[in-house]
C-alpha cells in the first residue's frame, strides 16, 4: 500500500523542548513538504524539497528545521525558538517538483505544547 | 487582503439540496486553481481541479471567473457524506507553492 505515514499521532512536549515529528513516504515522490494548520487558518507552508539534499524555507520557516538525508524521508524539528507550535502539522509530497503536481497528504500529527 | 479568501460557513443544508461555495484570489497572475476536501481532524485530499472552461466531476461542478478572480464549486443532491470542510488552493508558477483558503465549512443535515 503505497502513502504517507506520519508519527506520532498526537504528541505533547514541554516548553522548551524540541520535538521531532517524522514524515515517511513511499510513493517514490521527489518533492517533500512540510505545513502547518491551525483553527480559523489555511494551511501554511513551513519547509518544502524538491530533491534528497536540498531544501528550502516555506512561508513560516522561523523555530523549524528539517533534513532530507533519504528520498522516502522528510523530519521536522519543531525547536524551543518556535513560539506557539501548538498545531496540527501536516506532510505532503508530490510525483515532481515545478509546476503543479497534486499533492498527498499524510494524516497528520497534533502537537501541544503544555 | 488575504491571497486566497472563503466564506467560512458553516453551511448547514438538507440533504438533496445544491449547494454552491465560492473563493476569491487577489494575485492576477495565480495559474491553477483546486478544491481541496478535507474531514473533521484529517488530512486534505483533492476534490478536483478547476480549468478555465470549467469541469464537472459527477455531483461536483467547479468553475473559474479570471476576470473576477473567483472560483465557485457547486454541490447537486448532496449527500450526508458531503460533509466537510471544502478549501479553495491557488498555485502561482511563479512561487511554486500553493496558497490554501481557511475553508468553508459544510454540513448536510438528514
Known amino acids: 500500500d503505497g502513502g504517507i505515514t506520519q508519527s506520532p499521532k498526537y504528541l505533547f512536549r514541554k516548553e522548551g523542548q524540541n520535538v521531532t515529528l517524522s514524515c515517511e513516504q513511499n510513493?517514490?515522490?521527489?518533492?517533500m513538504y512540510w505545513y502547518r494548520q491551525d483553527p480559523g487558518q489555511g494551511l501554511r507552508l513551513i519547509y518544502y524539497s524538491q530533491i534528497v539534499n536540498d531544501f528550502q524555507k516555506g512561508d513560516i520557516a522561523e523555530g523549524y528545521s528539517v533534513s532530507r538525508e533519504k528520498k522516502e524521508s522528510f523530519p521536522l524539528t519543531v525547536t524551543s525558538a518556535q513560539k506557539n507550535p501548538t498545531a496540527f502539522y501536516l506532510c505532503?509530497?508530490?510525483?515532481?517538483?515545478?509546476?503543479?503536481?497534486?499533492?498527498?497528504f499524510g494524516p497528520g500529527t497534533r502537537l501541544t505544547v503544555l | 487582503r488575504k491571497e486566497v479568501e472563503q466564506d467560512p460557513g458553516p453551511f448547514n443544508v438538507p440533504e438533496g439540496a445544491t449547494v454552491a461555495f465560492n473563493c476569491t484570489y487577489s494575485?492576477?497572475?495565480?495559474?491553477?486553481f483546486f478544491w481541496y476536501r478535507q474531514d473533521c481532524r484529517k488530512e486534505p485530499k483533492l476534490l478536483m481541479s478547476?480549468?478555465?472552461s470549467g469541469n464537472e466531476d459527477g455531483r461536483f461542478t467547479a468553475q473559474l471567473n479570471r476576470a473576477s478572480q473567483y472560483i465557485s464549486l457547486l454541490i447537486r443532491d448532496s449527500k450526508l457524506s458531503d460533509s466537510a470542510t471544502y478549501l479553495c488552493?491557488?498555485?502561482?508558477?511563479?512561487?511554486?507553492?500553493?496558497?490554501f483558503g481557511t475553508g468553508t465549512r459544510l454540513t448536510i443535515i438528514p
Open positions: 505532503a509530497s508530490s510525483i515532481l517538483a515545478g509546476g503543479y503536481n497534486e499533492q498527498f
Open positions: 510513493l517514490n515522490h521527489d518533492a
Open positions: 478547476v480549468y478555465s
Open positions: 488552493v491557488v498555485f502561482n508558477f511563479g512561487n511554486e507553492k500553493l496558497t
Open positions: 494575485n492576477s497572475a495565480s495559474q491553477s
